[in-house]
T-cell receptor, first 115, second 113 residues
Framework: GDSVTQMEGPVTLSEEAFLTINCTYT??????LFWYVQYPGEGLQLLLK?????DKGSNKGFEATYRKETTSFHLEKGSVQVSDSAVYFC??????????????FGSGTQLTVLP | GAGVSQSPSNKVTEKGKDVELRCDPI?????LYWYRQSLGQGLEFLIY????????KSGLPSDRFSAERTGGSVSTLTIQRTQQEDSAVYLC???????????FGPGTRLTVL
């Protein structure tokens, strides 16, 4: 079945540091890939997505590139801010016939950015 | 516009009681999903509704869990005879058919004592 493996947390960085959160996946067919973010006390929000190989999703300074050859979708940001402190979830969705199109999530990575 | 809303935001109940959780999807979204977020299991899919089709219940953990969606809009997730392991945050999401990006509500935190 489909699965997502993401970097174990927690991750603690200083402000303006470079961020990478690794995400790899296993899927039948050709999945769409997503990063969701959950800020403290809030619900899940879509951060970015990519629907086919070599697509790059980007939003709020975050980027992730759909790498089919390595089955990866690593999240990066060049300079993190304290306000980026949150839990980040990598997810995939396959569109196989009859599927519910539900998201399959990784376990989440807690990011804390210190001033 | 308005996002996905859920009620109540918090629910504390005693073991063995029944609970109902409500989800109001984004207007015009035909697909509705329920997920559960718990410490031990992460984010798990529970059930999916698409238009007037029969729901996909493949993620429901036991027959104590059921859900309905009335008029293609509001959905209710019912847990009968709650157990302590049902304690979790229950998330609802909705989407259009295409694109299928799912938008999540704030969740209902259920605590079973």
């Amino acid at each position: 079945g489909d699965s997502v493996t993401q970097m174990e947390g927690p991750v603690t960085l200083s402000e303006e540091a470079f961020l990478t959160i690794n995400c790899t996946y296993t899927a039948t067919g050709y999945p769409s890939l997503f990063w969701y973010v959950q800020y403290p006390g809030e619900g899940l929000q879509l951060l970015l997505k990519a629907t086919k190989a070599d697509d790059k999703g980007s939003n709020k300074g975050f980027e992730a590139t759909y790498r089919k050859e390595t089955t990866s979708f690593h999240l990066e940001k060049g300079s993190v801010q304290v306000s980026d402190s949150a839990v980040y979830f990598c997810a995939l969705r396959t569109l196989s016939s009859g599927s519910a199109r539900q998201l399959t999530f990784g376990s989440g990575t807690q990011l804390t950015v210190l001033p | 516009g308005a996002g996905v809303s859920q009620s109540p935001s918090n629910k504390v109940t005693e073991k063995g009681k029944d609970v109902e959780l409500r989800c109001d999807p984004i207007s015009g979204h035909t697909a509705l999903y329920w997920y559960r977020q718990s410490l031990g299991q992460g984010l798990e899919f529970l059930i999916y509704f698409q238009g007037n089709s029969a729901p996909d219940k493949s993620g429901l953990p036991s027959d104590r869990f059921s859900a309905e969606r009335t008029g293609g809009s509001v959905s209710t997730l019912t847990i009968q005879r709650t157990q302590q392991e049902d304690s979790a945050v229950y998330l609802c999401a909705s989407s259009q058919s295409e694109p299928n990006t799912q938008y999540f509500g704030p969740g209902t935190r259920l605590t079973v004592l």
